[in-house]
């Protein structure tokens, strides 16, 4: 009788055990899961119309790091791809390594109204700042 009871309470020990384990492993931070979805509405493919250069954003984790490729229309390299957020506001850094664009950038926000980036482009080359926007493609 002793050694079914003890079985009894160390099986009973190890089922609570693994239920409190299961249960805060499976606790997210409510700030990571607010990043994620901020950033969720940003990948995709993103035109400049006035002259066809595309933004391929293919991810954003929950740090800001920017998966995207971009072309004008050949591939340049991103040297810095990165979003931030302050308050509701999404904001993307994008800076370029090559030849003729080495420290040209692009400072975006995100509209979500109109489901466009919109911001600055600097041609580092030539020290100019232009406005721009890029669409999504659909």
Same mark, same amino acid.
């Given at each position: 009788?002793?050694?079914?009871?003890? =079985?009894?309470?160390?099986?009973?020990?190890v $089922?609570?055990?693994?239920? $409190?384990?299961t249960?805060?492993?499976?606790?997210?931070? #409510?700030?990571?899961?607010?990043?994620?979805?901020?950033?969720?509405?940003?990948?995709?493919r993103?035109?400049?119309?006035?002259?066809g250069? !595309?933004?391929?954003?293919?991810?954003?984790?929950?740090?800001?790091?920017?998966? $995207?490729a971009?072309?004008?229309?050949?591939? =340049?390299?991103?040297?810095?791809?990165?979003?931030?957020?302050?308050?509701?506001?999404? #904001?993307l850094?994008?800076?370029?390594?090559?030849?003729?664009y080495?420290?040209?950038?692009?400072?975006?926000?995100?509209?979500?109204a109109a489901? !466009? =980036? #919109?911001?600055?482009?600097?041609?580092? !080359?030539?020290?100019? #700042?232009?406005?721009?926007?890029?669409?999504?493609?659909?």
């Amino acid at each position: 009788m002793k050694t079914a009871s003890a =079985l009894y309470v160390s099986l009973c020990t190890v $089922a609570i055990g693994s239920v $409190a384990a299961t249960a805060v492993a499976q606790v997210v931070p #409510k700030a990571a899961i607010q990043t994620e979805s901020a950033f969720s509405v940003l990948p995709g493919r993103w035109v400049r119309p006035d002259g066809g250069y !595309v933004i391929n954003i293919r991810s954003v984790d929950a740090s800001g790091k920017v998966d $995207a490729a971009y072309a004008n229309p050949n591939p =340049l390299p991103f040297s810095s791809a990165e979003a931030t957020r302050e308050g509701k506001v999404i #904001k993307l850094f994008f800076e370029l390594r090559a030849a003729g664009y080495n420290g040209s950038t692009y400072t975006l926000t995100y509209d979500p109204a109109a489901d !466009v =980036l #919109k911001g600055v482009y600097f041609q580092a !080359v030539a020290q100019q #700042k232009f406005d721009v926007y890029f669409t999504r493609a659909r």
